[in-house]
């Protein structure tokens, strides 16, 4: 018995020698490749932005290894141990240990059109209302996005909040600007404010359509603007239309 | 005698892939090559050269796909989340502690887009202290949370120094942005701007301080007027 667990405890000291031995084997060890500097030099600044200092340059037929990335800056130690920040622009002078050029692309237009996932956040006017939404898309094409959206309403008199869910059609998915068309259908819940006497809440099925546009400015970054209709379903005789104009920014992943 | 078989067995070897009915043949040779081999290692030293005169793949084959750097795996700290801590004062309301957490995404190395989700209490009017009648809000009502979601601007980004031995990273930033307040039992729209001053630490940890005015209407107190709610905190984010 007693045995039996020595053995465990040394096959398991064996294993922690062995996989500590063996660094390919550990699956929490970062990706740091090693590059070559193949421009006369590179700087190294000691934070990541054109306002910190440049404080050493790794010359030309340096390995430099790459540490971590930040925005457009790329940490990198030298052969020498110094440890700084270098812009992407100039890290395009390095090679990859076989002499090849290294792909170190900014993301483009290319990049905005192909985009899959995105996250934005908005605000605007929803009936006199003010209102802010929050919404994530999954692009099933470049044509057609799905999405779901939560936006908060906030008026003068009342205040609510509506989920919804929606299917984005883009025309033009490569252009710059690219308009598209959206319709959907959610539920939109109605609290009046606590200085109005005797009023109800009140939640209604929705329905809208709409027009907007993504402006894409760089990197994962653009603008949208949006003008909707809605439809509120409500149990009285007459159904409601709402205005909605919105604008705001998204990311895409 | 052993290079011959050493031969026999490298043949073996090259057909060996294309063959699966050579492998156990293979198999064979291999463990009487390794008996052979163990006796004298000249010999295998000479089967080695001999190896190369029969123009063999070499033995260790180097991958070239290893090599070639793959800047998507490069581990990127854009995100930046955090706590911060401080006071806000509230319109009429007096001042209390309040507490937020926040996520940050850098866009580039001037810009952010900053979400908070924030928590604070409201104190009462200087008309309840004085009148000591009864209060204007339940205790429900006077607790205040709020979120928003805005855009900072990194305006001065730099080194700060302190006491001429220590230089910190960091900078100056300016943010604006728009969200609601849970005020009074009411959900308002509300406008935030206001500055900071980020002190980077090390990489992955930052210090922050913050000055934010909350700007709502609310008719709370009888009329509608634009009330501003200053909050100074200080926080703590990682990024990651």
Redesign the interface.
């Known amino acids: 018995m007693n045995n039996n667990r020595y053995i465990q405890w040394g096959l398991m000291v064996l294993m922690l020698i062995f996989s500590s031995s063996a660094a390919a084997w550990n699956p929490f060890e970062?990706?740091?490749?090693l590059?070559v500097v193949s421009d006369p030099y590179i700087e190294l600044r000691?934070?990541?932005?054109?306002?910190?200092?440049i404080f050493y340059v790794a010359a030309q037929g340096d390995e430099v290894q790459?540490?971590?990335?930040?925005?457009?800056?790329?940490?990198v130690r030298t052969p020498r141990d110094k440890e700084g920040w270098v812009h992407r622009n100039e890290m395009r002078h390095t090679l990859?240990?076989?002499g090849?050029p290294?792909?170190?692309?900014e993301l483009g237009l290319g990049d905005f059109s192909k985009r899959r996932w995105e996250m934005g956040?908005n605000?605007g006017d929803f009936g006199g209302?003010?209102s802010?939404s929050?919404y994530i898309g999954y692009a099933l094409t470049p044509n057609i996005t799905l999405q779901v959206e939560g936006t908060?309403i906030?008026g003068?008199f009342s205040?609510g909040v509506m989920a919804s869910a929606n299917i984005l059609m883009y025309p033009f998915p490569k252009w710059r600007l690219s308009p598209y068309f959206t319709i959907g259908t959610g539920i939109i819940t109605t609290k009046p404010?606590?200085?109005i006497v005797a009023a109800e809440d009140r939640e209604d099925e929705i329905a809208h359509a709409g027009v907007g546009a993504n402006l894409y400015l760089?990197?994962?970054?653009m603008l949208r603007m949006e003008y909707k209709r809605h439809t509120v379903l409500t149990s009285r005789d007459d159904n409601e239309e709402i205005d909605q104009w919105k604008a705001g920014?998204s990311?895409f992943f | 005698m052993e290079s011959r078989l050493q031969y026999i067995f490298l043949n073996q070897n090259k057909t060996q892939n294309a063959t699966s009915c050579a492998r156990s043949a293979g198999w064979l040779m291999q463990i009487l090559v390794l008996l052979f081999s163990l006796g004298s290692g000249a010999e295998l030293a000479l089967a080695a050269t001999e190896a190369e005169d029969l123009e063999l793949e070499p033995l260790v084959v180097r991958e070239p796909e290893q090599r070639k750097v793959k800047v998507d795996a490069i581990d990127s700290e854009d995100f930046e989340i955090g706590i911060n801590a401080g006071l806000m004062h509230f319109e009429d309301f007096g001042t209390d502690t309040s507490t937020s957490i926040r996520l940050a995404y850098h866009i580039s190395e001037h810009f952010f887009v900053e979400g908070v989700y924030g928590r604070s209490k409201l104190g009462q009017t200087s008309f309840e202290q004085l009148s000591g009648g009864a209060p204007l809000l339940t205790d429900e009502e006077r607790d205040v949370t709020f979120y928003n979601v805005s855009l900072g601007w990194n305006i001065f980004p730099g080194e700060s120094f302190v006491a001429g031995r220590w230089a910190f990273k960091g900078g100056l930033y300016l943010i604006a942005g728009a969200g609601s307040t849970e005020f009074g039992g009411d959900d308002l729209f509300t406008i935030n701007a206001g500055a900071g001053y980020r002190f980077v630490a090390t990489d992955w940890m930052a210090l922050h301080l913050d000055v934010r005015d909350h700007y709502f209407e609310s008719d709370l107190l009888g009329t509608m007027e634009g009330k501003h709610n200053v909050e100074f905190s200080a926080g703590l984010t990682f990024f990651f």
């Open positions: 970062k990706y740091q490749p590059v000691t934070g990541p932005g054109k306002g910190y200092p790459i540490l971590k990335s930040k925005t457009d800056w790329y940490k990859d240990l076989n090849d290294i792909d170190f692309g956040f605000g209302a003010n802010l929050g908060q906030l003068e205040d404010h606590t200085t760089n990197d994962r970054f920014f990311i």
